[in-house]
């Protein structure tokens, strides 16, 4: 169980690269398209045992297949979040109040004291080599 923006999470172990400890800090990360978007009206109609973030949609992007939304939270601000274009719901519009909800099986965790782009191409400070390291 982690605590965050005010809220709990939950955290599987084996979703967990970071050493835990009480108090310590964890990187906590979701797909965006593994998340559900509902208007804050309907939150008592969301299944229990989902993880939840409570936000304000910011923007949203009309993307095709799906729309994008951006929702600003306690947790996290400019949260992205990709809707299927299925069920659209008139309310999911910019300054709605809305609950983000996942799986907890889909939320991962890493070790916050890591760099945020590791495992990114030449982003955490490594020395490239061979024909690289000659260009």
């Known amino acids: 169980m982690l605590r965050a923006g005010g809220g709990k999470l939950v955290l599987p172990g084996a979703r967990n690269s970071a050493a835990t400890t009480t108090g310590g800090k964890v990187l906590v990360g979701v797909r965006p398209e ?3 978007l509902t208007h804050a009206d309907d939150a008592g109609q969301i299944p229990g045992g989902r993880n ?8 949203s992007s009309f993307i095709g ?6 929702v600003d939270s306690p947790v996290c601000a400019g949260f992205e979040v990709y809707v299927q274009n299925i069920d659209r719901d008139a309310r999911l519009v910019p300054g709605a109040e809305v609950v983000l909800h996942w799986s907890p099986e889909h939320t991962f ?14 982003s955490a400070g490594a020395e490239p080599v061979g024909e690289e390291a000659a260009r």
């Open 34 to 36: 593994k998340i559900s």
């Open 52 to 59: 939840r973030i409570t936000g304000r949609i910011a923007d």
């Open 65 to 70: 297949v799906s729309t994008q939304f951006v």
């Open 109 to 122: 965790g890493l070790d916050a004291a890591q760099s945020l782009l590791a495992g990114t191409l030449g």
